[in-house]
């Protein structure tokens, strides 16, 4: 089983669309949790980390359950701009430093005008 | 200020080939890392460095990768004898000091494209 395992996708969603994509992961011992954004030919980029109290950033919101082991991504009133590779990103705790990034494969959404 | 910068961005070789990777962290930052991400794949972590040392080289895939930072701030990735499974884009990371409870939000570089034919 992989380490991070997300929504295959591709997702192909209309301008205004809400769109939500879903990863689990595996290791428990795991301790911090983000989104990524890519865009095509682009480095990985930030978007959000991801606390078990869920947290909201505008059109986007993320939440955690540690004991499913689940992250989720949530885009209201999604935007052409919102078209990217959305990356679901896991970071362990190894040899005493909080630092080794596990990402999922990414799933692809493009919206549509 | 300046990101993370890499070079060449495109590196196009024959197989059998020895590359070399260069990546210029964000200045100040004390940790770096390499990452490679195959197509269709979400990036794969090769090596961290904490200052001069590797701190962690356990996702270099095999003797042929081997990566230097020897005064702390510039890293160059080194592949020998490439072989055409080694074509990847090539992303290096940076930080400032990682600690035990907190996590330093890592800023990848553009990366570079490896080509192995």
């Known amino acids: 089983r992989k380490e991070v395992e997300q929504d295959p996708g591709p997702f192909n969603v209309p301008e205004g669309a809400t769109v939500a994509f879903n990863c689990t992961y595996s290791n428990s011992a795991s301790q911090s949790f983000f989104w990524y954004r890519q865009d095509c030919r682009k480095e990985p980029k930030l978007l959000m980390s991801v606390y078990s109290s869920g947290n909201e950033d505008g059109r986007f919101t993320a939440q955690l359950n540690r004991a499913s082991q689940y992250i989720s991504l949530l885009i209201r009133d999604s935007k052409l701009s919102d078209s990217a590779t959305y990356l679901c990103?896991?970071?362990?705790?190894?040899?005493?430093?909080?630092?080794?990034?596990?990402f999922g494969k990414g799933t692809l959404l493009t919206v549509n005008p | 200020g300046a990101g993370v910068s890499q070079t060449p961005s495109n590196k196009v070789t024959e197989k059998g080939k020895y590359v070399e990777l260069r990546c210029d962290p964000i200045?100040?930052?004390?940790?770096l890392y390499w990452y490679r991400q195959s197509l269709g794949q979400g990036p794969e972590f090769l090596i961290y460095f904490q200052g001069t040392g590797a701190a962690d080289d356990s996702g270099l895939p095999n003797d042929r990768f081997f990566a230097v930072r020897p005064e702390g701030s510039v890293s160059t990735l080194k592949i020998q004898r490439t072989e055409r499974g080694d074509s990847a884009v090539y992303l290096c990371?940076?930080?400032?000091?990682?600690?035990?409870?907190?996590?330093?939000?890592?800023?990848f570089g553009p990366g570079t494209r490896l080509t192995v034919l």
């Open positions: 990371a940076s930080s400032d000091r990682t600690g035990e409870a907190s996590y330093n939000e890592q800023f």
């Open positions: 990103v896991v970071n362990s705790v190894s040899g005493g430093s909080n630092y080794k990034l596990t």
């Open positions: 200045s100040g930052h004390t940790a």
